[in-house]
């Protein structure tokens, strides 16, 4: 009970800082680390600047006395001059581009020899693994120097944050509820690391870090029977065996929800992690945890299923299924799945030290998916994870592969009506077969299968309860009553995977058409009563290109402010009062939309706007998916233009495309750029050891295990 109160108590302090009243969407302070520290002519620091503010923390760096006394890059990066400047004390500053009376600096004396130091800091433990929404004490070992002190940061960020976890000034870290992510480079996310350093207050050069892994317990073997889902699972025989490298390759994804048909319950997951992408037997034992989680000893897992039925994903002529869904059930064995269909961390309330219980989906047939709906999900590799619904009936290609390790061969499904969620993190390798669920009522909307590294993708509930319907009998998911997901909301909670939005830079010679279709189009373009200036900036629905931007008073009746103006796009920026008036530069438009909340990834839209965009949707979403480039058609909502709805066009990075129309059929059109949506392969682990037969009889498990080893092989670019 007392771990709890420390707990909450540190939770609170850091989260909560600065969000009384009055005191919520401004700059408190920014700070920059480290300070008072020497540099040697021309080699380079890296600052960071942490800002207390509830949404936009980025900063301007500077660096006083110009060139002279160096440089420092957008991102902290100082370069010392070639020589030492007069004064040698140089001061950077990083002021907040929300709040531009609001800013913080360090000082580095620039020398031109390096300062001999003889302090040290050793950080224990060294190496750590916590679990998700768990803790860990970290202390800090200081010599050479009288003053012991440290600032503790995660990832370079002073007290950590949302996406990481937090650090105390004591060095007592708090886990974030799910696991960080980087992108594969393939299509995807990958669980990674993350550094808790301490650094000298003494001298700033003299850090230690501990590398921690963040282990939710999604992977954990669940003992004593009645697993509760959310959890590693896969088929028993997903593995392949390579008699040449004398390796074995094991999957693994997510044993997504519990289902129910004329009184039998059934493990609902994905068919690639089930039925092994169409290769596998009705029957096979569907197993806890997934082999991925055991070095591929089959001897660690439990049967809890065995598999029932599943969609064919490839037709014999290589074309995509008409079922439109990626899913499979496991009949449960009596004893084996918790009866009332509860999911890791998804319940209503927490233990004593913040960590979300088990819970229940709100049982029934779920809920169809709404722009700007919060979802979450709990899965085998990342945990919980919440973000919103981005795009709805949304047209997909996406990647398969036959085998477990990548190698076979691959085809490619095509999809209509599928559910998009806002961010890549929102899911990872071995999240594939996890239930997404409203945070605010945990009914069922979608079944995540596959994804990006910007988004992930999931099959609306309704078609996948449907397939597996019989005998006029429905299926509909076991659980409880709704209730909110309290995961999402803990001051701990995990970071949200998207939720706001910045405008890119661009070069002049970019903005210079914008300037010279609003130019032309001045007198017209301020004769509308609610705009207040008329400027230029960077396009939100299609970041490569430009806007021109209206500052139009908030509450105002729109006027017809048009959607492009001689083949510009155009942007939208409410607000009271901006300080300035007129045609205004790409500099002044910067600043004022400084003065307003930066744009949600997302909002919601009226019935007749969504009504208007299915109609442009249905007309051109088939055309647009044959073009080069297009993997995705979707409904969106217009970030240019909140309040209207946009065809959101998703793309491949890299890819070569022709040109995205601002506008068709007067609808607004949205980029979305990512790697290639892709499924099929499930979380991988590789043992090596001996797989000639009469040798590997011969080995007991304990030695099998000694040669095991993890590491990334293969295309693992699905969810």
Not at 9 to 33: E, H, N, P
Not at 55 to 80: D, F, I, Q
Not at 386 to 400: I, P
């Amino acid at each position: 009970m007392k771990r709890g109160c420390s707990l909450l108590a540190f939770m609170l302090v850091t989260m909560l800082a600065g969000c009384k009243s009055g005191t919520a969407g401004r700059v408190v302070s920014v700070t920059v680390l480290p300070t008072d520290v020497n540099v040697v002519i021309g080699t380079t620091l890296q600052l960071t600047a942490t800002v207390m503010e509830t949404s936009n923390t980025a900063v301007t760096w500077s660096v006083a006395g110009g060139s002279a006394s160096g440089t420092v890059s957008s991102t902290g990066l100082y370069t010392a001059p070639a020589s030492v400047p007069t004064p040698a004390q140089v001061t950077i500053s990083a002021t907040s581009q929300r709040d531009t009376t609001k800013s913080g600096s360090a000082t580095v004396i620039v020398t031109p020899t390096a300062a001999p130091t003889t302090v040290t800091v050793t950080v224990s433990p060294a190496v750590a693994s916590v679990a998700n929404f768990g803790t860990q004490q970290f202390t800090a070992a200081v010599t050479g120097s009288a003053n012991t002190a440290v600032t503790w940061m995660v990832n370079g960020t002073t007290g950590g944050s949302r996406t990481v976890g937090f650090v105390s000034a004591a060095g007592f870290y708090v886990a974030a509820g799910s696991v960080p992510t980087v992108s594969d480079g393939k299509g995807g996310n990958v669980a990674t690391t993350l550094n808790v350093t301490a650094v000298s207050q003494a001298d700033g050069r003299a850090s230690g870090s501990s590398v921690v892994t963040i282990v939710p317990g999604n992977q954990s073997s669940q003992t004593g029977g009645g697993i509760t889902l959310g959890t590693s699972g896969g088929n028993i025989n997903d593995s392949i065996t390579d008699t040449t490298n004398h390796t074995i390759t094991c999957c693994g994804g997510t044993l997504g929800s519990l289902v129910a048909l004329s009184g039998t319950q059934y493990i609902l997951s994905n068919n690639h992690v089930l039925a092994r992408s169409d290769s596998a037997a009705i029957g096979d034992p569907i197993v806890q945890p997934g082999l991925v989680d055991t070095q591929c000893d089959k001897t660690k897992v439990v049967t809890v299923a065995n598999l029932t039925q599943f969609v064919n994903l490839e037709s014999e002529d290589k074309v995509a299924s008409a079922t439109n869904i990626d899913a499979a059930i496991a009949q449960v064995i009596t004893g084996q799945v918790d009866a009332s269909g509860n999911i890791l961390y998804l319940g209503s309330t927490a233990d004593a030290n913040g960590v979300p219980l088990p819970g229940a989906p709100n049982a029934g047939v779920g809920v169809t998916a709404s722009l700007n709906m919060a979802v979450a999900k709990s899965g085998r590799s990342t945990g919980l994870t919440c973000s919103t619904v981005l795009a709805v009936n949304t047209n997909t290609s996406v990647e398969y592969n036959k085998s477990c390790d990548g190698s076979g061969a691959s085809f490619t499904v095509l999809y209509d009506n599928q559910v998009d969620v806002a961010g890549g993190q929102f899911g990872a390798e071995g999240d594939s077969g996890s239930l997404i669920v409203s945070q605010t009522t945990a009914d069922p909307v979608a079944l995540l299968y596959a994804g990006s590294d910007s988004d992930t993708v999931g099959n609306p509930v309704a078609p996948v309860l449907n397939f597996f319907a019989s005998g006029g009998n429905t299926v509909t998911f076991v659980g409880g009553g709704p209730h909110a997901v309290i995961g999402c909301t803990l001051p701990n909670a995990p970071q949200s995977a998207a939720t706001r939005v910045q405008a890119a830079a661009l070069t002049a010679d970019v903005l210079e058409r914008a300037v010279t279709a609003r130019d032309a189009e001045a007198s017209a373009l301020m004769a509308h009563p609610e705009v207040q200036a008329v400027g230029v900036g960077a396009s939100l629905d299609d970041p490569a290109e430009p806007a021109i931007v209206f500052f139009v008073t908030k509450g105002q009746p729109r006027t017809g402010i048009p959607a492009q103006v001689a083949g510009v796009r155009t942007r939208v920026v409410e607000g009271n009062l901006f300080a300035r008036r007129g045609v205004i530069s790409a500099a002044d438009s910067a600043v004022d939309e400084q003065s307003v909340p930066a744009p949600q990834v997302a909002y919601s839209i009226s019935a007749a706007e969504i009504t208007r965009a299915n109609v442009v949707h249905g007309a051109h979403a088939k055309d647009l998916m044959q073009q080069a480039g297009v993997q995705g058609v979707g409904i969106t909502s217009s970030v240019d233009a909140p309040g209207e709805a946009a065809l959101m066009i998703f793309v491949i990075r890299g890819v070569t495309r022709g040109a995205i129309p601002a506008v068709i059929d007067g609808l607004r059109t949205r980029v979305r750029e990512g790697t290639r949506f892709r499924a099929g392969n499930r979380e991988v682990t590789l043992r090596r050891g001996c797989v000639v037969p009469s040798r590997a009889a011969k080995r007991t498990a304990p030695e099998l295990g000694a040669f095991s080893e993890r590491k990334a092989a293969g295309d693992f670019s699905e969810r």
